[in-house]
């Protein structure tokens, strides 16, 4: 999902968990970050501390060139020194790309990006001068998805409150309307064990957001409330929140209910609005999105868990018609859909997703979806059904590929997608086991190559230090054997001294190389002894160990009993 994020991070101590979030969320193509800071301000060198750290430094943080005049914010007007402790470290200050107005920036970004997403969580000033300034863009934008309003309350609230003849401009508009409101936000509040597990990372990342917190917290900010979070998490967790249509209203009227977002029938503007979250999940994602490294590798080197069962389940390449749809409906299986040549829209869970050539669409099996194609489309739709094999030999169906998002631009790999897709409709025409296994092998195939894409994506949007190390965490996962760890050759393929790589390795990933190395050919052992045709001498060979009890020790270090025993017990 291409997205623009509008700001201002200093509000609240939440707004620096949803840049965290989103720059630890490939699914997401940041596009820019817009604010009403100038560089005069400490919030905007916090803005790009926080993406700094979290390895997301490319991605524009687009200010005005001189501070402006704002209503005062909640978090800066009553607690104005929470983050200047951090956000006023020089390292950052480096210059940036020459822009000096987010307005200007945003119609420009919408202009060569239709169809994006506006994010707001600061109240409604920029937009609404952008739909001022730019009224094309109330043709390109997507959605507008902003935190804002208490709708079930009918009370006023910071974001709406704070600019109110901002939210008028906004609501005034054609443009589809999310609203993020308090009756939504208010539950989900970080716990000790949440706080526990950021304190205990060690990556730059989750320190800087540990920092921001106890300053928060010390200047008595109060609980800290992840409300901004919850604007991307829908688009990166399916269910974890639920909408309703609503006609609501803008108060107007001077008063202490001015700025109000309430319902009304008879004038009210269609809002859909966040009604219901589900708070354990939506809280335990975001911190194990942050705290977790946002280099998401395979762990042994494949592209899939070597325990999953693959089954192909259907392979067509169909032409729809112009004006074609598919109602809502339930997902029975996996499916990818390949777009060949012009272009349509697929609906996940409630967000809508281009199908247009280099780029595919995943659907995840039991998510409801439809389609619909207004010039005609032509693409591949495979399907097929993941389980895993786990211990005992009991099976276990796999809702959704981890890695994979539902969105994913392949750009020039598209040929070599759609040389795979042919080959496994050409194959599902055929009868018998034959048909079966090479369909299962080009799907197989298909699976290795998207995570090739996904992987070298979200390299490419690292800093050189971070995509270095997950070059060497790669090359290690590549070439899995109790041989490989050496030193010499690791530090020449990524271009980092030993000890600068040893150090840094342990830093980002919390193992050393080495160790990953170990455990890495202990969890592949372990597979490998799984199968009866394999002795242990066989596994031993086979990864490289010099000899069956060095093998057998090694093993028995890492897992409390010898490779025997574990066979034994794994075939009980």
Known sequence: MKLILDTRVGDNVDEAFLLALACNSPELEILGITTTYSPQEPGYWLTKQIMSVFGRSDVPVVGYSKKQETTPSYGSHLYPNWFCHVALDSTFREPGPNHSNPVEFMAKIIDNHPDLVVIATAPLTNIAELIHRHPFVTRKIKKIVFMGGWSNQSLPEHNIGANPKAASVVLATDIPLESIGLESTLPCILQRRHL????????????????????????????????????????????VAEYSLMDLELNNRPGPGYGTLHRSSTRGRRIRVCTKVDVGLYVDRLIERITSPSITLPTNGRSYDDMWLVTPAEAHFLKYYPGWSLAKRTSTSHIIVIPYTKQGCMTIDGISHDCSPESIVYCPEGTDFSMSTTDGLEAFWLAFHLAEQGEQRSIKPISAIPWLPTQLRVGKYSTHLTYLAKEMVEHQRRFGHEKSLLSQARLLELFSFLRHIVDDQVLDRLDDRRAALAKAKRYIEQNCSAQLCHLDKLSEEVGLSKSYLVRAFRDEYGITPGNFSNRLVLNKAKILLGYAHYTVNDVALELGYSSVSAFSRAFSREFGLSPSDYRNKKME
């Open 196 to 239: 526990e597990r950021l304190q205990a990372s060690s990556k730059p990342g989750p320190r800087l957001l540990t920092a921001l917190m106890q300053g928060w917290l010390d200047s008595g900010g109060g609980r800290p409330v992840m409300h901004d979070p919850l604007t991307i998490m829908p688009s990166l967790v399916p269910n």
